[in-house]
């Protein structure tokens, strides 16, 4: 167990492309931290540099306090999991799974112990005997995960492990995964492009984007107060509407120019917040489910505007609704029984005690 | 609905065309089967020939009158002649030894040196790569004549162990080649979960690498196995003596004495040398056909 510690780390290829712009990241001891982004934002490349299968370009990568550079991936005490299991065909399941403690010449009844222990978390004890060939995609995951957890190592490294499996299963394995960390409390660092996945399972998540961290915090920040338009728009899902504003001052309060003619009142403890943006272009967020059929009306900040919705697509426990606004396309999250139409205007909420804005220039939230 | 009104409407495109799935199949096979058929014939006429040639007697070889496809009285004496005779044994096991330890070194050499080229991923690795396979392109027609002075000087002329030298020449770079492609289907992850295991190069060459290739291992095996086995070129010119010789050459210099040929006990003789590739490859079929397609899609 261990922490880990990304000192302005930079990983360039040659042609001085940057696929990591210098990231610096504190992983606390028991931590489960996922990097998550789109592909070719330096996520995995991040990970694999954490387990030494990526030279460092400049900067310091330290595990439990030891500077690892120079340090080769078997002397590192980490596990990984790929994203294609990467078993070893032509061993049993308990030959992967005791590959790497006979290579480090553990004892026999050790391994045998260990495994068995790995196998019962796991719950693939009736599996040990056959070849990964004869496993679902599911087993095949857990077995590679009972690789990792056999090390006993400082560090779990994940690449993006459910990527492989189907949607109902991958729900499943997710839980699964949160579970065995539960109960190793093994340091943790996952790679994801799924941002539900990213939100799930992580004690802190980082927002990756161009080779540079957007945002780090605990799920629940990073979905309420987000940095950047990127982590606003990356997380949640539908992500969150975009719609361009005019930021008014009139009397003392602010008011918000969008399309359609409609005009919001900013929250008057926002005021203050938003006051140097007054006057200025900007963008306004508001996540779906914060733009509702018109309810809890008495509470303050609701505003109340008609619009025309374009596709209806019921979910069941909710229906989304695309509705049209220039320049904008704007979802909105409302109840299964209210009526709907395409084609015929609606009244919509929005709760802007969650609105956002956000500096179109620098990309920042205000 | 619509495409019951679709089919009323044009019935005989519909029909048209299903005939004409059908009628081009037909002819497909058709083709198929007359081709295979004449290339078969092309391929077996020779060996039946010589095996029929081989269960004669000199007489009846020599008698001209006759359908040569026919033997009036089958015999033995070709074969019974060669098996007890001494030298003949002695180019069998010539070809065996020389065969076998060929087949291991070069195996040795070709495993070790596909894993460096194909996987540990260094400087010039891709022209190294390049360039062992262009050697196999040099035939050894135009190879003996320098190698000669090599075998020569090494004082290993007239000797198995100068073929155990040379044989390599032509087995190496094609199995090396072989063994880079398959090892290359191998995904890049498994290299990298040994080494996260703790692995080194050796034992992931071992322990990983070397049991999952065992099909392009026992392609290439066969492969060099076929090549030293079935050697004319070198032979003919490094060896002299009946003592030294291997089965191909030995044959061929032993049973013709100036213009006499010994027509039955060569054909006996030689499909008798042609005998064990037969077995290995009947065997081994499967895996050499894996072996040589490998890489060629990636799973």
Request: some cysteine; glycine content about 8%.
């Amino acid at each position: 167990m261990a922490q880990v510690s990304l000192r302005r780390v930079v990983k360039a290829y040659e042609g001085g492309v940057q696929a990591v712009k210098g990231i610096d990241l504190e992983i606390a001891d028991h931590e489960f931290v996922v990097l998550v982004g789109p592909s070719g934002c330096g996520k995995s490349t991040t990970l694999r540099m954490i387990a030494g299968l990526e030279e460092i370009t400049s900067g310091d990568i330290a595990i439990g306090g030891t500077v690892v550079n120079d340090i080769p991936p078997r002397d590192r005490d980490i596990a990984m999991v790929f994203q294609n299991y990467a078993l070893y065909p032509h061993m049993s399941v308990f030959d992967n799974m005791a590959f790497g403690l006979t290579l480090r010449k553990f004892p026999k009844e050790e391994i045998k112990r260990r495994v068995d222990n790995a196998a019962r978390i796991l719950d693939i004890t009736p599996l040990l005997d056959r070849k990964p060939k004869a496993l679902s995609g599911g087993q095949r995951q857990r077995v590679a995960m009972g690789r990792a957890i056999v090390r006993d190592p400082k560090v779990f490294l994940f690449d993006e492990p459910l990527s492989n499996l189907d949607a109902k299963l991958r729900v499943q394995m997710r839980t699964e995964i949160k579970k065995v960390h539960q109960t190793v409390k093994t340091t943790t660092v996952y790679v994801t492009h799924d941002q539900v996945e990213a939100m799930t399972l992580a004690d802190r998540v980082v927002v990756m984007n161009h080779g540079v961290i957007e945002q780090v915090g605990p799920p629940q920040e990073l979905y309420h107060r987000p940095a950047t338009r990127f982590v606003a728009g990356f997380i949640g899902s539908p992500a969150m509407n975009f719609i361009p504003a005019r930021v008014e001052n009139g009397s003392g309060a602010l008011r918000l120019n969008l399309p359609n003619g409609i005009v919001l009142p900013v929250p008057e403890e926002r005021t203050s917040r938003y006051a140097q943006a007054a006057g200025k272009e900007v963008l306004f967020g508001i996540r779906p489910e914060h733009l509702t059929e018109p309810k809890n009306l008495d509470r303050s900040n609701i505003a109340v505007f008609e619009l025309t919705p374009e596709v209806i697509e019921p979910m069941g426990m909710e229906t989304l609704v695309h509705l049209w606004l220039q320049g904008a396309e704007v979802c909105s999250r409302i109840d299964p029984t209210t009526p709907a139409e395409p084609g015929r205007p609606m009244p919509v909420a929005a709760d802007l005690n969650h609105m956002h804005l956000i500096d179109p220039e620098t990309g920042r939230v205000l | 609905m619509s495409t019951t009104t679709a089919a009323a409407a044009h019935p005989r495109g519909i029909f048209h065309k299903a005939g004409s799935l059908r009628a081009e199949r037909r002819w497909a096979l058709v083709t198929a089967y007359i081709s295979l058929v004449i290339a078969a014939i092309i391929m077996l006429a020779p060996p039946v020939y010589m095996f029929l040639t081989s269960i004669k007697t000199s007489a009846e070889i020599a008698d001209l009158s006759g359908n040569p496809w026919w033997v009036r009285d089958p015999t033995l004496e070709n074969y019974t002649a060669l098996i007890f005779n001494p030298m003949f044994r002695g180019f069998f096991w010539n070809s065996v030894k020389v065969t076998l330890l060929v087949v291991a070194l070069t195996m040795a050499i070709s495993i070790l040196a596909a894993f460096a080229l194909g996987r540990m991923r260094f400087w010039g690795s891709q022209w190294l790569a390049t360039g062992v396979f262009l050697t196999y392109l040099v035939p050894d027609t135009l190879l003996f004549i320098p190698l000669y002075q090599i075998v020569g000087g090494l004082g290993l002329l007239d000797s198995t162990w100068g073929l155990v030298l040379v044989y390599p020449t032509l087995t190496v770079p094609f199995c090396t080649w072989i063994m880079i492609g398959y090892f290359a289907s191998i995904p890049k992850e498994l290299d990298e979960a040994a080494l996260i295991d703790g692995a080194n190069w050796m034992q992931m060459l071992t322990r990983i690498f070397i049991p999952v290739a065992l099909p392009g291992i026992i392609a290439a095996t066969i492969f060099a196995f076929t090549v030293s086995w079935a050697a004319f070129v070198y032979p003919t010119a490094f060896i002299t003596s009946p003592a030294e010789m291997p089965m191909t050459i030995g044959v061929v210099s032993q049973l013709i004495r100036g213009d006499t040929f010994a027509w039955g006990q060569l054909m006996a003789g030689a499909l008798l040398a042609a005998l064990p590739p037969v077995i290995v490859y009947a065997f081994l079929m499967d895996y050499y056909i894996a072996g040589l397609t490998a890489g060629a899609t990636k799973g």
